[in-house]
């Protein structure tokens, strides 16, 4: 301070300084030391930050800055006015005693003494009014520049879904919402009404998956235009979560905390839809929120009325117009009409016949294996008595019943093949002998790559088994030959090659989805054109294909990937451009299954228990006599009906039965499964047993068999069924 030397000058006692400065109780007046600790504090710092002088004397004047950057930002005021006369002067959030934060603007000047600095006068004044009352303000013009932009464009759009996207988009920047939503009702060229909706701030696929709301405790006010919705936290709000099935947001929902809807209502008094936002912090809406929203849904009730009006006055022109235009073409062309009109009917006539026709081959079909199969299980179960009769000298007698059943065998399976191609099969899987699976499948291979390519199979010795669909496995060994064989234009080798194989740590390290252990791999080569590296990275993508457009769809690996991945494998390309292309699936090994397979062939059919009842419900007398008489065979008493109304009747008369054996397609007006239906009513405890050779839709949907139904697919075998039944009437109840 510069010393006051004149006495005739006035001067201030520092009591008096000290009056002055505490004075100012809207402004915090500070001083410092060298190091930031205060040496001074005024009335107004108290009122400001709520420290009393003794609390801070002493204390570093850090304390005042926000938590994470007090030290910092009190050397950088320090630092600025040391240098530039003047650290900090920027607005920004300050701390209060209690923890409080408030906006604040302050500068920090030094204080000399001559020509050194002494120390630093701090002065900070409270702008949180301020603040508050200018981002009020902002708030304000931009819900009126939201507004005013929504206003302008609804007012010219014409479109309604254009329309309610506008008001989505508007609601979502007007309310600060995360995302939202407009459910509301369409009519259609025909009149009819339904729900459609759009988002903002959230993809179509967050929503599409879940159904439409409904007229819960929480919706209903807003579809039923009962006035705006508005939650602090929607999961606790009474009204939320007492709707079954899930009882709230179901799993996988967008995250709903803070809620608002309001309803969309037009001038009519009709409820038009409703919008409704969501945040996923708690808190977000206010009072100005809901001021918005209800000045935005009266502009999109206003312009969604006059859309509707305008649609339904385009609509009555248009129709009119078209009315118009066809008396006049009607009059004009009604020769040409009447005869393009009777060739419509011929061409209508002869798809309509085509159709029948393709009906008729379809049922045909089903009928014709399901015959088949019928006859098939005549042939295999007298074979297979045969078989389990003939004495032991007999031995070209025995020769022949096996070749029989050879045959009969492969029969079964040709059938099974033919109904495979008219329907998908469901993943199914079984304990698999891949070598066993690779050497049936050859020939065919052979067959379908023609004579121009030479095929070999290679099987490995002691190649463990597998689980795992056998119709998926053999569609992806196929998929592969015939890849190879389009990849062979001139001709050329195929090899399919089996053998145990183990992934070890090393290799899973830089293959991540791959779990180490032992596998069963299956490798087909070929010596064709070969890949590329970037044609074998993108190989296994649905709908990447190398073929002319036409010659093929690119889901060939893709399945194959998908099939092998879901059996918990793995597959690999190796492919040389020029070399030709091996590709190897690796499925898991089945642990503990050949002790198993060996004490299965050496185990006795399973015969009956005391007085064990069943009855055989089958059209087919010569099947229904070999069912019989292989039950009464392994110890069941037996009872026998020829279709469902004579079963049905004969079970309200037995005092006993345990099984219901039954043929799905029957004849009679029921089926076999209408006849256990009908049968459990009458007999609760009753297990069923179906068969069939052609099942159509009675018991299998979608390619599964109905949840517990137990099924035993002709032909089958004398221990097959002995295993079956016993499995059946061992079994839980339904």
């Given at each position: 301070m510069?010393?006051i030397?004149d ?5 201030i006692a520092?009591w ?15 001083t410092?030391?060298?190091?930031g600790r ?11 930050l709520?420290?009393?002088p003794?609390?801070m004397l002493g204390?570093s004047?850090?304390?005042v ?8 930002q009190l050397r950088?005021?320090i630092?600025?006015a040391l ?5 900090g002067?920027?607005?920004g ?14 500068e920090?000047?030094?204080i ?5 600095v002494?120390g ?8 949180t009014?301020?603040r508050?009352?200018e981002e009020a ?7 009126l520049e939201?507004?005013?932009r929504?206003?302008s464009?609804l007012?010219?759009?014409?479109d309604?879904?254009r ?5 989505t988009?508007?609601g979502?920047?007007?309310?600060g ?9 369409v009519?259609n060229?025909?009149?009819?009404s339904y ?11 967050a ?7 409904r007229?819960?405790?929480?919706f ?10 508005r939650?602090?936290?929607i999961?606790?709000?009474?009204r939320?979560g007492k ?7 179901p799993?996988?929902?967008?995250p ?7 309803s969309?209502?037009s001038r ?7 919008l409704f ?6 808190g977000?809406f206010?009072?100005r ?6 000045g935005?849904a009266?502009?999109?009730a ?11 006055m385009?609509r ?13 073409e ?15 009917l011929r061409?209508n ?6 159709s ?7 049922q045909?079909?089903?009928?014709v294996?399901?015959d088949?199969?019928n ?5 295999m ?8 009769n003939?004495?032991?000298?007999s031995?070209?007698?025995?020769r ?5 059943m050879?045959?009969?065998q492969?029969?079964?399976t ?7 191609f ?6 199914d899987p079984k ?8 050497n049936g499948?050859s020939?065919?291979i052979?067959r379908t790559l ?6 070999e199979?290679?099987?490995g ?7 795992a669909d056998?119709?998926e496995?053999e569609?992806a060994i196929?998929n ?5 064989r ?24 830089s293959?991540t989805?791959?779990?180490a252990g032992?596998?069963v791999?299956i490798a087909?080569?070929?010596t064709g ?5 970037k044609t074998?990275?993108?190989?296994f ?21 998908g099939?092998v ?15 030709g292309?091996t ?8 642990a503990a ?6 004490q299965?062939?050496?185990t006795?059919?399973?015969e009956a ?10 059209d ?9 008489e292989?039950?009464?065979?392994l110890?069941y ?10 079963a ?9 039965v345990d099984?219901?054996f039954t043929?799905?397609v029957l004849?009679g007006?029921?089926?076999g499964?209408?006849v256990?239906t009908q049968?459990?009513?009458l007999?609760?405890?009753l297990?069923?047993?179906f068969t069939t ?5 009675a018991?299998?949907?979608h ?6 139904v137990?099924?035993?697919?002709k ?5 097959d069924l ?6 059946v ?6």
């Amino acid at each position: 301070m510069t010393q006051i030397t004149d006495k005739s000058e006035p001067q201030i006692a520092a009591w008096q300084w000290r009056q002055i400065v505490n004075g100012a109780t809207d402004t915090a007046i500070i001083t410092t030391d060298l190091q930031g600790r205060v040496t001074s504090w005024n009335t107004g710092a108290s009122k400001i930050l709520g420290w009393e002088p003794a609390e801070m004397l002493g204390q570093s004047l850090s304390r005042v800055f926000p938590e994470q950057d007090q030290e910092a930002q009190l050397r950088r005021e320090i630092e600025d006015a040391l240098s530039k006369g003047k650290g900090g002067g920027e607005e920004g959030w300050r701390l209060r005693k209690d923890g409080s934060r408030f906006w604040a603007v302050g500068e920090l000047s030094p204080i000399r003494d001559k020509s050194d600095v002494v120390g630093f006068l701090k002065i900070l004044r409270d702008r949180t009014a301020q603040r508050n009352a200018e981002e009020a303000i902002r708030e304000e013009r931009h819900a009126l520049e939201v507004l005013n932009r929504a206003g302008s464009a609804l007012a010219a759009e014409t479109d309604l879904e254009r329309l309610v996207q506008i008001v989505t988009d508007a609601g979502v920047a007007l309310t600060g919402a995360e995302f939202g939503a407009f459910f509301y009702n369409v009519i259609n060229n025909a009149g009819e009404s339904y729900m459609l909706y759009t988002l903002s701030g959230a993809p179509i696929e967050a929503f599409s998956k879940f159904p439409m709301p409904r007229n819960t405790e929480v919706f209903a006010p807003t579809f039923l235009g009962q006035g705006i919705v508005r939650s602090e936290d929607i999961t606790k709000d009474p009204r939320y979560g007492k709707n079954s099935p899930r009882k709230g947001m179901p799993e996988g929902h967008l995250p709903v905390r803070s809620y608002l809807a309001v309803s969309v209502i037009s001038r009519t008094g009709e409820v038009l839809g409703g919008l409704f936002f969501g945040h996923a912090r708690t808190g977000v809406f206010n009072e100005r929120s809901e001021r918005g929203l209800s000045g935005l849904a009266a502009e999109a009730a206003v312009a969604i009325d006059n859309v509707r009006l305008s649609q339904a006055m385009q609509r009555e022109i248009e129709e009119r117009k078209r009315a118009q235009e066809a008396l006049v073409e009607l009059n004009a062309t009604l020769e040409g009409q009447v005869t393009e009109r009777t060739e419509q009917l011929r061409k209508n006539e002869e798809a309509l016949r085509q159709s029948q026709k393709m009906e008729a081959v379809g049922q045909l079909t089903g009928g014709v294996a399901h015959d088949f199969n019928n006859l098939l299980q005549i042939i295999m179960g007298n074979l297979d008595t045969l078989q389990r009769n003939l004495p032991s000298e007999s031995g070209r007698l025995q020769r022949a019943a096996r070749n029989a059943m050879t045959g009969a065998q492969r029969a079964a399976t040709l059938t099974q093949r033919l109904l495979a191609f008219s329907r998908r099969q469901p993943l199914d899987p079984k304990p698999l002998d891949v070598n066993a699976l690779v050497n049936g499948l050859s020939d065919m291979i052979h067959r379908t790559l023609g004579e121009t390519i030479d095929v070999e199979t290679v099987l490995g010795a002691g190649v463990w088994r597998v689980e795992a669909d056998p119709a998926e496995l053999e569609a992806a060994i196929i998929n592969l030959a015939v890849n190879a064989r389009d990849a062979m234009t001139n001709g050329g080798r195929l090899t399919i090659e089996t053998s145990n194989a183990h992934i070890d740590e090393a290799y899973v390290a830089s293959h991540t989805e791959v779990v180490a252990g032992q596998y069963v791999a299956i490798a087909v080569t070929d010596t064709g054109a070969g890949m590329d590296s970037k044609t074998v990275a993108q190989a296994f993508e649905p709908f990447f294909t190398t073929k002319a457009v036409g010659k093929g769809t690119g889901l060939g690996l893709s399945q194959v990937y998908g099939f092998v991945k879901q059996s918990g494998g793995h597959v690999k390309i190796y492919s040389e451009v020029g070399e030709g292309t091996t590709v190897k699936l690796y499925l898991p090994r089945l642990a503990a299954q050949a002790a198993g397979v060996e004490q299965a062939e050496s185990t006795p059919n399973p015969e009956a228990g005391q007085e064990e009842t069943i009855l055989v419900l089958e059209d087919d007398d010569e099947v229904r006599a070999y069912s019989v008489e292989t039950l009464r065979e392994l110890g069941y008493r037996v009872i026998e009906a020829h279709d469902g109304p004579s079963a049905l009747r004969l079970l309200e008369r037995q005092p006993r039965v345990d099984l219901l054996f039954t043929d799905v397609v029957l004849p009679g007006g029921l089926t076999g499964a209408q006849v256990a239906t009908q049968a459990k009513t009458l007999r609760p405890a009753l297990k069923v047993l179906f068969t069939t050779g052609y099942a159509r839709n009675a018991i299998i949907h979608h390619g599964r068999l109905d949840k517990g139904v137990q099924l035993i697919v002709k032909p089958f075998s004398f221990g097959d069924l002995a295993a079956k039944v016993r499995d059946v009437l061992d079994g839980a109840s339904d």
